[in-house]
Protein backbone atom coordinates (compact mmCIF):
# COMPACT_ATOMS: atom_id res chain seq x y z
CA UNK A 1 0.00 0.00 0.00
CA UNK A 2 1.12 3.91 -0.35
CA UNK A 3 0.27 6.81 1.92
CA UNK A 4 -1.26 9.30 0.09
CA UNK A 5 -3.39 12.72 0.56
CA UNK A 6 -6.87 13.79 -0.85
CA UNK A 7 -6.85 16.48 -3.10
CA UNK A 8 -10.08 16.58 -5.09
CA UNK A 9 -13.04 14.80 -6.39
CA UNK A 10 -13.98 13.42 -10.07
CA UNK A 11 -17.73 13.50 -11.19
CA UNK A 12 -18.77 10.82 -14.11
CA UNK A 13 -22.23 10.58 -14.87
CA UNK A 14 -21.98 8.22 -17.92
CA UNK A 15 -20.20 5.60 -16.23
CA UNK A 16 -20.33 1.32 -15.87
CA UNK A 17 -22.93 0.97 -13.65
CA UNK A 18 -20.96 -0.66 -10.64
CA UNK A 19 -19.60 3.22 -10.05
CA UNK A 20 -23.02 4.37 -8.62
CA UNK A 21 -22.78 6.00 -5.85
CA UNK A 22 -18.49 4.95 -5.39
CA UNK A 23 -17.10 8.57 -4.47
CA UNK A 24 -14.37 8.89 -6.71
CA UNK A 25 -10.98 10.59 -5.10
CA UNK A 26 -7.81 12.47 -6.44
CA UNK A 27 -5.10 11.26 -4.01
CA UNK A 28 -1.68 12.33 -4.67
CA UNK A 29 0.89 9.93 -2.84
CA UNK A 30 3.59 11.40 -0.63
CA UNK A 31 7.19 10.75 0.49
CA UNK A 32 7.62 9.77 4.51
CA UNK A 33 8.86 13.57 4.98
CA UNK A 34 5.23 14.56 3.78
CA UNK A 35 6.26 16.20 0.49
CA UNK A 36 4.28 15.01 -2.74
CA UNK A 37 5.33 12.59 -5.13
CA UNK A 38 4.74 13.35 -8.70
CA UNK A 39 1.45 11.39 -9.93
CA UNK A 40 -1.91 10.96 -9.12
CA UNK A 41 -4.28 8.53 -8.34
CA UNK A 42 -8.13 8.53 -9.11
CA UNK A 43 -9.46 6.19 -5.39
CA UNK A 44 -12.55 5.04 -4.43
CA UNK A 45 -13.01 6.02 -0.71
CA UNK A 46 -14.49 3.34 1.08
CA UNK A 47 -13.70 5.09 4.73
CA UNK A 48 -15.00 8.46 4.73
CA UNK A 49 -12.29 10.22 4.53
CA UNK A 50 -11.92 13.87 4.51
CA UNK A 51 -10.41 16.20 2.18
CA UNK A 52 -6.21 16.99 3.09
CA UNK A 53 -6.39 13.83 5.21
CA UNK A 54 -3.48 11.56 4.53
CA UNK A 55 -4.76 8.19 3.52
CA UNK A 56 -3.74 4.41 3.04
CA UNK A 57 -4.32 3.66 -0.33
CA UNK A 58 -4.68 -0.04 -1.98
CA UNK A 59 -3.57 -0.87 -5.76
CA UNK A 60 -4.69 -3.45 -8.57
CA UNK A 61 -7.19 -6.44 -7.36
CA UNK A 62 -7.05 -6.08 -3.86
CA UNK A 63 -8.70 -2.74 -4.06
CA UNK A 64 -11.57 -5.02 -4.72
CA UNK A 65 -11.34 -6.09 -1.98
CA UNK A 66 -12.54 -2.95 0.20
CA UNK A 67 -15.59 -2.81 1.90
CA UNK A 68 -18.24 -2.57 -1.15
CA UNK A 69 -15.86 -2.89 -3.68
CA UNK A 70 -16.65 -6.32 -4.66
CA UNK A 71 -16.97 -7.07 -8.84
CA UNK A 72 -16.36 -3.69 -9.31
CA UNK A 73 -13.85 -2.37 -12.36
CA UNK A 74 -11.62 -0.45 -9.52
CA UNK A 75 -7.61 -0.71 -8.99
CA UNK A 76 -7.12 1.40 -6.04
CA UNK A 77 -9.10 2.22 -3.08
CA UNK A 78 -8.78 4.34 0.44
CA UNK A 79 -9.11 1.90 2.80
CA UNK A 80 -7.96 3.73 6.23
CA UNK A 81 -7.38 6.97 7.60
CA UNK A 82 -3.81 7.41 8.78
CA UNK A 83 -3.95 8.87 12.37
CA UNK A 84 0.32 8.77 12.25
CA UNK A 85 3.34 7.36 11.05
CA UNK A 86 6.92 7.03 12.98
CA UNK A 87 10.33 5.71 11.07
CA UNK A 88 13.39 5.79 11.77
CA UNK A 89 15.82 6.26 8.96
CA UNK B 1 -7.12 4.40 -11.83
CA UNK B 2 -6.17 7.31 -14.06
CA UNK B 3 -7.87 10.51 -16.21
CA UNK B 4 -6.89 10.04 -19.60
CA UNK B 5 -8.44 11.37 -23.27
CA UNK B 6 -8.98 9.83 -25.85
CA UNK B 7 -6.60 10.11 -28.84
CA UNK B 8 -7.40 7.87 -31.41
CA UNK B 9 -8.64 3.77 -32.84
CA UNK B 10 -6.76 0.37 -33.32
CA UNK B 11 -7.84 -1.36 -35.85
CA UNK B 12 -7.04 -5.65 -35.96
CA UNK B 13 -8.61 -7.55 -37.96
CA UNK B 14 -6.46 -10.82 -37.01
CA UNK B 15 -7.05 -11.23 -33.00
CA UNK B 16 -8.64 -13.50 -29.98
CA UNK B 17 -12.20 -13.97 -30.65
CA UNK B 18 -13.14 -12.67 -27.77
CA UNK B 19 -12.20 -8.88 -28.83
CA UNK B 20 -14.89 -9.08 -31.50
CA UNK B 21 -17.02 -6.26 -31.24
CA UNK B 22 -14.61 -4.65 -28.76
CA UNK B 23 -13.94 -0.91 -29.64
CA UNK B 24 -10.24 -0.32 -28.80
CA UNK B 25 -9.20 3.06 -27.83
CA UNK B 26 -5.88 4.86 -27.68
CA UNK B 27 -6.27 6.95 -24.71
CA UNK B 28 -3.21 8.92 -23.21
CA UNK B 29 -2.71 9.69 -19.82
CA UNK B 30 -2.72 13.39 -18.19
CA UNK B 31 -1.60 15.65 -15.75
CA UNK B 32 -4.39 17.01 -12.97
CA UNK B 33 -3.19 20.43 -15.11
CA UNK B 34 -4.61 18.66 -18.06
CA UNK B 35 -1.43 18.32 -19.77
CA UNK B 36 -0.76 15.53 -21.47
CA UNK B 37 1.82 12.59 -19.89
CA UNK B 38 4.28 10.49 -21.64
CA UNK B 39 3.38 7.15 -22.96
CA UNK B 40 0.25 6.00 -23.53
CA UNK B 41 -2.06 2.79 -23.25
CA UNK B 42 -5.11 1.02 -25.65
CA UNK B 43 -8.08 0.76 -23.86
CA UNK B 44 -11.57 -1.58 -24.32
CA UNK B 45 -14.50 1.34 -24.32
CA UNK B 46 -16.87 -0.03 -21.95
CA UNK B 47 -18.95 3.37 -22.02
CA UNK B 48 -19.13 5.22 -25.29
CA UNK B 49 -16.58 7.53 -24.71
CA UNK B 50 -16.38 10.23 -27.63
CA UNK B 51 -12.84 11.32 -29.22
CA UNK B 52 -11.09 14.01 -27.50
CA UNK B 53 -13.36 13.37 -23.93
CA UNK B 54 -11.50 12.56 -20.69
CA UNK B 55 -12.07 9.25 -19.33
CA UNK B 56 -11.66 7.01 -16.37
CA UNK B 57 -9.18 3.91 -17.01
CA UNK B 58 -9.02 1.07 -15.10
CA UNK B 59 -5.76 -1.20 -15.61
CA UNK B 60 -5.29 -4.87 -14.40
CA UNK B 61 -7.56 -7.76 -13.62
CA UNK B 62 -10.24 -4.99 -12.80
CA UNK B 63 -10.54 -3.99 -16.25
CA UNK B 64 -12.19 -7.60 -16.67
CA UNK B 65 -14.88 -6.32 -14.48
CA UNK B 66 -16.09 -3.78 -16.36
CA UNK B 67 -19.08 -4.13 -18.65
CA UNK B 68 -18.65 -6.89 -20.96
CA UNK B 69 -15.43 -7.64 -20.39
CA UNK B 70 -15.59 -10.88 -18.43
CA UNK B 71 -13.56 -13.55 -19.16
CA UNK B 72 -11.64 -11.78 -21.80
CA UNK B 73 -7.83 -10.86 -22.41
CA UNK B 74 -7.79 -7.04 -21.83
CA UNK B 75 -5.74 -5.05 -18.95
CA UNK B 76 -7.38 -1.82 -19.04
CA UNK B 77 -10.96 -0.45 -19.85
CA UNK B 78 -12.57 2.97 -20.11
CA UNK B 79 -15.01 3.03 -17.36
CA UNK B 80 -16.81 6.17 -17.38
CA UNK B 81 -17.15 10.11 -19.02
CA UNK B 82 -15.19 12.65 -16.86
CA UNK B 83 -18.24 15.37 -16.60
CA UNK B 84 -15.24 17.58 -14.24
CA UNK B 85 -12.79 17.13 -12.08
CA UNK B 86 -11.81 19.30 -8.94
CA UNK B 87 -8.88 19.87 -6.52
CA UNK B 88 -7.10 21.85 -4.26
CA UNK B 89 -3.22 21.30 -4.12
CA UNK C 1 -2.52 -2.84 -23.57
CA UNK C 2 0.70 -1.55 -25.56
CA UNK C 3 1.39 -1.76 -29.23
CA UNK C 4 4.94 -3.70 -29.91
CA UNK C 5 6.49 -4.69 -32.76
CA UNK C 6 7.82 -8.60 -32.74
CA UNK C 7 11.67 -8.78 -32.57
CA UNK C 8 12.48 -12.26 -31.87
CA UNK C 9 12.15 -15.72 -30.69
CA UNK C 10 13.14 -17.23 -27.22
CA UNK C 11 13.92 -21.28 -26.97
CA UNK C 12 13.88 -22.81 -23.48
CA UNK C 13 13.72 -26.74 -23.38
CA UNK C 14 14.04 -27.06 -19.23
CA UNK C 15 10.45 -25.37 -18.49
CA UNK C 16 7.19 -25.04 -16.91
CA UNK C 17 5.22 -28.35 -18.86
CA UNK C 18 2.49 -25.82 -19.39
CA UNK C 19 4.61 -23.56 -21.81
CA UNK C 20 5.27 -27.01 -24.07
CA UNK C 21 4.26 -25.86 -27.54
CA UNK C 22 3.39 -22.21 -26.79
CA UNK C 23 5.63 -19.72 -29.21
CA UNK C 24 7.65 -16.93 -26.66
CA UNK C 25 8.37 -13.99 -28.92
CA UNK C 26 10.67 -11.24 -27.97
CA UNK C 27 8.25 -8.37 -28.56
CA UNK C 28 9.58 -4.36 -28.53
CA UNK C 29 6.91 -1.60 -26.96
CA UNK C 30 6.47 1.25 -29.65
CA UNK C 31 5.52 4.17 -29.18
CA UNK C 32 2.94 6.14 -31.76
CA UNK C 33 5.52 7.31 -33.83
CA UNK C 34 6.14 4.07 -34.50
CA UNK C 35 9.75 4.46 -32.88
CA UNK C 36 11.19 2.07 -30.00
CA UNK C 37 10.35 2.46 -26.43
CA UNK C 38 13.15 1.42 -24.22
CA UNK C 39 13.06 -2.52 -22.85
CA UNK C 40 11.03 -5.18 -23.85
CA UNK C 41 8.65 -8.67 -22.78
CA UNK C 42 8.79 -11.38 -23.71
CA UNK C 43 4.78 -12.75 -24.82
CA UNK C 44 3.51 -16.03 -25.74
CA UNK C 45 1.67 -15.61 -29.06
CA UNK C 46 -1.73 -16.74 -29.30
CA UNK C 47 -2.91 -15.17 -32.33
CA UNK C 48 -0.22 -16.59 -35.14
CA UNK C 49 1.61 -13.54 -35.52
CA UNK C 50 4.63 -12.68 -38.00
CA UNK C 51 7.86 -10.75 -37.61
CA UNK C 52 8.05 -6.99 -37.09
CA UNK C 53 4.07 -7.20 -37.42
CA UNK C 54 2.86 -4.54 -35.28
CA UNK C 55 0.62 -6.17 -32.51
CA UNK C 56 -1.49 -5.57 -29.35
CA UNK C 57 0.32 -7.12 -25.73
CA UNK C 58 -1.79 -7.79 -22.91
CA UNK C 59 -0.19 -7.86 -19.70
CA UNK C 60 -0.67 -9.45 -16.14
CA UNK C 61 -3.27 -12.58 -14.98
CA UNK C 62 -5.51 -11.21 -18.25
CA UNK C 63 -2.33 -12.56 -20.58
CA UNK C 64 -3.87 -16.19 -19.17
CA UNK C 65 -7.46 -15.09 -21.05
CA UNK C 66 -5.84 -15.16 -24.10
CA UNK C 67 -6.89 -18.66 -26.17
CA UNK C 68 -4.83 -21.36 -24.84
CA UNK C 69 -3.34 -19.90 -22.22
CA UNK C 70 -5.46 -21.27 -19.30
CA UNK C 71 -3.59 -21.88 -16.10
CA UNK C 72 -0.22 -21.41 -17.50
CA UNK C 73 2.08 -19.08 -15.80
CA UNK C 74 2.04 -16.58 -18.20
CA UNK C 75 1.88 -12.67 -17.69
CA UNK C 76 2.61 -11.14 -21.31
CA UNK C 77 0.18 -12.34 -24.62
CA UNK C 78 -0.29 -11.38 -28.31
CA UNK C 79 -3.87 -11.00 -28.53
CA UNK C 80 -4.02 -9.19 -31.45
CA UNK C 81 -2.01 -8.14 -35.18
CA UNK C 82 -2.33 -4.83 -35.65
CA UNK C 83 -3.73 -3.59 -39.35
CA UNK C 84 -3.78 0.09 -38.60
CA UNK C 85 -3.84 2.70 -36.06
CA UNK C 86 -5.25 6.29 -36.09
CA UNK C 87 -4.79 9.06 -33.94
CA UNK C 88 -5.19 12.82 -33.52
CA UNK C 89 -2.49 14.78 -30.85
CA UNK D 1 9.72 -10.08 -3.96
CA UNK D 2 12.15 -7.43 -2.99
CA UNK D 3 14.21 -7.15 -0.01
CA UNK D 4 13.81 -4.31 2.20
CA UNK D 5 14.00 -3.33 5.68
CA UNK D 6 11.68 -1.99 8.20
CA UNK D 7 11.84 1.22 8.91
CA UNK D 8 8.58 2.06 11.10
CA UNK D 9 4.43 1.82 11.77
CA UNK D 10 1.44 3.34 10.32
CA UNK D 11 -1.20 4.03 12.96
CA UNK D 12 -4.99 4.16 11.46
CA UNK D 13 -8.40 3.69 13.69
CA UNK D 14 -10.81 4.92 10.97
CA UNK D 15 -9.96 1.65 8.59
CA UNK D 16 -11.14 -1.00 6.67
CA UNK D 17 -12.73 -3.55 9.10
CA UNK D 18 -10.38 -6.33 7.86
CA UNK D 19 -7.33 -4.59 8.51
CA UNK D 20 -8.56 -4.72 12.35
CA UNK D 21 -5.31 -5.97 14.19
CA UNK D 22 -2.77 -6.62 11.14
CA UNK D 23 0.47 -4.60 11.65
CA UNK D 24 1.00 -1.79 9.14
CA UNK D 25 4.84 -1.50 8.42
CA UNK D 26 6.44 1.05 6.38
CA UNK D 27 9.54 -0.72 4.91
CA UNK D 28 12.24 0.61 2.51
CA UNK D 29 13.26 -1.79 -0.60
CA UNK D 30 17.12 -1.70 -0.56
CA UNK D 31 19.78 -2.57 -3.28
CA UNK D 32 22.08 -5.72 -3.29
CA UNK D 33 24.55 -3.96 -1.77
CA UNK D 34 22.67 -2.90 1.41
CA UNK D 35 21.99 0.54 0.12
CA UNK D 36 18.15 2.27 0.28
CA UNK D 37 16.08 2.11 -3.13
CA UNK D 38 14.33 5.40 -2.85
CA UNK D 39 10.39 4.97 -1.86
CA UNK D 40 8.92 3.16 0.43
CA UNK D 41 6.13 0.29 0.86
CA UNK D 42 3.46 0.13 3.47
CA UNK D 43 3.27 -3.49 4.07
CA UNK D 44 1.19 -6.21 6.63
CA UNK D 45 3.61 -7.74 8.56
CA UNK D 46 2.79 -11.81 8.91
CA UNK D 47 5.87 -13.37 10.02
CA UNK D 48 6.56 -11.42 13.34
CA UNK D 49 9.42 -9.20 11.80
CA UNK D 50 11.25 -6.74 14.00
CA UNK D 51 12.84 -3.27 13.77
CA UNK D 52 15.62 -2.65 11.04
CA UNK D 53 15.80 -6.56 10.07
CA UNK D 54 15.80 -7.30 6.47
CA UNK D 55 12.80 -9.26 5.17
CA UNK D 56 10.94 -10.75 1.79
CA UNK D 57 8.35 -8.41 0.48
CA UNK D 58 5.19 -9.91 -1.57
CA UNK D 59 3.21 -7.41 -4.06
CA UNK D 60 0.34 -7.56 -5.89
CA UNK D 61 -2.81 -10.37 -5.18
CA UNK D 62 -0.22 -12.25 -4.03
CA UNK D 63 -0.25 -10.78 -0.67
CA UNK D 64 -3.65 -12.05 0.21
CA UNK D 65 -1.60 -15.69 0.45
CA UNK D 66 0.14 -15.16 2.77
CA UNK D 67 -0.85 -16.23 6.74
CA UNK D 68 -3.76 -14.35 7.57
CA UNK D 69 -4.63 -11.79 4.99
CA UNK D 70 -7.12 -13.86 3.02
CA UNK D 71 -9.86 -11.67 1.31
CA UNK D 72 -8.09 -8.92 2.82
CA UNK D 73 -8.01 -5.54 1.08
CA UNK D 74 -3.65 -5.59 0.70
CA UNK D 75 -1.37 -5.26 -1.56
CA UNK D 76 1.88 -6.04 0.07
CA UNK D 77 2.71 -8.48 2.57
CA UNK D 78 6.34 -9.77 4.85
CA UNK D 79 6.61 -13.26 4.24
CA UNK D 80 9.94 -13.64 5.89
CA UNK D 81 12.70 -12.69 7.94
CA UNK D 82 15.70 -12.72 5.58
CA UNK D 83 18.85 -14.35 7.80
CA UNK D 84 21.39 -13.63 4.98
CA UNK D 85 21.60 -13.29 1.19
CA UNK D 86 24.23 -14.20 -1.41
CA UNK D 87 25.41 -13.02 -4.32
CA UNK D 88 28.07 -13.19 -7.26
CA UNK D 89 28.22 -10.30 -9.74
CA UNK E 1 7.65 -12.66 -19.12
CA UNK E 2 11.74 -11.18 -18.36
CA UNK E 3 14.76 -12.50 -19.13
CA UNK E 4 17.12 -12.59 -16.35
CA UNK E 5 20.32 -13.98 -14.93
CA UNK E 6 20.66 -15.67 -11.45
CA UNK E 7 22.92 -14.12 -9.26
CA UNK E 8 22.29 -15.40 -6.03
CA UNK E 9 20.34 -16.82 -2.81
CA UNK E 10 18.35 -15.46 -0.31
CA UNK E 11 17.97 -17.64 3.13
CA UNK E 12 14.83 -17.40 5.74
CA UNK E 13 14.12 -19.30 8.48
CA UNK E 14 11.67 -17.56 9.77
CA UNK E 15 9.14 -17.34 7.07
CA UNK E 16 5.64 -18.04 5.48
CA UNK E 17 4.97 -21.74 5.97
CA UNK E 18 4.64 -22.31 1.97
CA UNK E 19 7.59 -20.75 1.46
CA UNK E 20 9.41 -24.40 3.39
CA UNK E 21 11.74 -26.12 0.58
CA UNK E 22 11.25 -23.27 -2.10
CA UNK E 23 14.44 -22.02 -3.67
CA UNK E 24 14.32 -18.34 -3.57
CA UNK E 25 16.88 -17.01 -5.87
CA UNK E 26 17.91 -13.27 -6.69
CA UNK E 27 17.87 -12.55 -10.27
CA UNK E 28 18.54 -10.03 -12.56
CA UNK E 29 16.96 -8.91 -15.10
CA UNK E 30 18.88 -8.45 -18.54
CA UNK E 31 18.94 -6.34 -21.89
CA UNK E 32 18.78 -8.25 -25.40
CA UNK E 33 22.62 -7.37 -25.17
CA UNK E 34 23.20 -9.57 -22.61
CA UNK E 35 23.72 -6.18 -20.19
CA UNK E 36 22.55 -6.25 -16.45
CA UNK E 37 19.70 -4.00 -16.63
CA UNK E 38 19.41 -1.86 -12.79
CA UNK E 39 17.00 -3.73 -10.10
CA UNK E 40 16.63 -7.01 -8.84
CA UNK E 41 14.04 -9.52 -7.57
CA UNK E 42 13.78 -12.87 -5.17
CA UNK E 43 12.44 -15.32 -8.07
CA UNK E 44 11.10 -18.64 -6.97
CA UNK E 45 12.96 -21.17 -8.55
CA UNK E 46 10.60 -24.02 -10.36
CA UNK E 47 12.41 -25.61 -13.14
CA UNK E 48 15.93 -26.24 -11.04
CA UNK E 49 18.22 -23.28 -13.03
CA UNK E 50 21.72 -23.21 -12.13
CA UNK E 51 23.59 -20.43 -11.38
CA UNK E 52 24.58 -17.71 -13.78
CA UNK E 53 21.87 -19.21 -16.37
CA UNK E 54 19.54 -17.57 -18.16
CA UNK E 55 16.19 -17.62 -17.34
CA UNK E 56 12.53 -16.74 -18.04
CA UNK E 57 10.91 -15.18 -15.22
CA UNK E 58 7.25 -14.83 -14.41
CA UNK E 59 5.25 -11.97 -12.69
CA UNK E 60 2.48 -11.27 -10.59
CA UNK E 61 -0.02 -13.83 -10.00
CA UNK E 62 1.13 -16.07 -12.45
CA UNK E 63 3.75 -16.75 -10.95
CA UNK E 64 1.40 -18.63 -8.57
CA UNK E 65 0.61 -20.79 -11.57
CA UNK E 66 4.07 -22.12 -12.04
CA UNK E 67 4.73 -26.07 -10.68
CA UNK E 68 4.30 -26.18 -7.01
CA UNK E 69 3.58 -22.44 -6.27
CA UNK E 70 -0.56 -22.99 -6.02
CA UNK E 71 -1.65 -20.88 -3.49
CA UNK E 72 1.71 -19.41 -2.08
CA UNK E 73 2.10 -15.96 -1.44
CA UNK E 74 4.95 -15.28 -4.56
CA UNK E 75 4.75 -13.10 -7.18
CA UNK E 76 8.23 -13.97 -9.60
CA UNK E 77 9.36 -17.30 -10.67
CA UNK E 78 11.81 -18.75 -12.92
CA UNK E 79 10.12 -21.17 -15.23
CA UNK E 80 12.41 -21.69 -17.79
CA UNK E 81 15.60 -22.13 -18.27
CA UNK E 82 16.78 -20.06 -21.73
CA UNK E 83 18.67 -21.84 -24.24
CA UNK E 84 19.21 -19.46 -26.92
CA UNK E 85 17.14 -16.20 -27.66
CA UNK E 86 17.39 -14.44 -31.47
CA UNK E 87 16.16 -11.24 -32.14
CA UNK E 88 16.65 -9.01 -35.42
CA UNK E 89 16.70 -5.70 -34.32
Redesign the interface.
Known amino acids: ?3 ARI ?13 EGKK ?1 L ?1 VKPI ?2 DGSDQSG ?4 VD ?4 G ?2 EKV ?1 V ?10 G ?1 K ?7 I ?11
Do not use: W
Open positions: MIILGTVVSTQKDERLLINLYLVSTVGAFHIVGGSSARLAENDCPVDSAIGVIDSFDFVK
